[in-house]
């Protein structure tokens, strides 16, 4: 190696690589993001849509199929609910109240049935011992918690 020599490429940004190049890295992140605000995921209502989705899945892959750990019954109801609201296009439902307003009280209930089911959780913490249960409670919780972030942030 030479005194004159350059340092190796690296990712974008980094010694020897322009900073305009982007790596495929910035690329899929970019696209993501794209897709995922072009869903409508990145508005209030989409987040609590977003938190139903993800309880939802959580409750296939873990419930049905692993029969690890689940959603509160209720809490999966309201789920579908608020997927079905977010993907209605006709405006069924605003002839009863105006979307935001049905949205922000089915991401409360939602989050206050998770909230319910995490103080069971707690009190029987030690009876959850598989990797699929500690997963499967992670991913649930977490789809409790994106349908309450989305529900507090919406105007109604």
Known sequence: MTSDSTPPEGP???????????????NAM???KAAFEKAGFSTP??????GGIIILL????????????????????LSVAVVLLFFD???????LAPRPAI????GYAIALFGLIQLLYVLRYASSYN??????????IFAGYAIAFLGARSIKA
């Not at 209502?45 to 977003?50: Q, W």
């Not at 296009?89 to 002839?95: D, F, I, M, V």
């Not at 949205?103 to 089915?106: A, V």
């Open 130 to 139: 598989t990797a699929g249960e500690i997963i499967g409670a992670i991913v």
């Open 89 to 95: 296009k006709a405006g069924l439902l605003e002839k």
């Open 58 to 77: 959580g409750w296939l892959i873990f419930d049905f199929f692993m029969s690890d750990f689940g959603p509160n019954d209720v809490a999966l109801i």
């Open 12 to 26: 974008a940004g980094t010694p020897g690589q322009p900073a305009n190049e982007t790596s495929a890295v910035d």
């Open 103 to 106: 949205t922000k009280i089915l």
């Open 30 to 32: 970019a696209d993501a």
């Open 45 to 50: 209502e989409g987040m609590v849509a977003l």
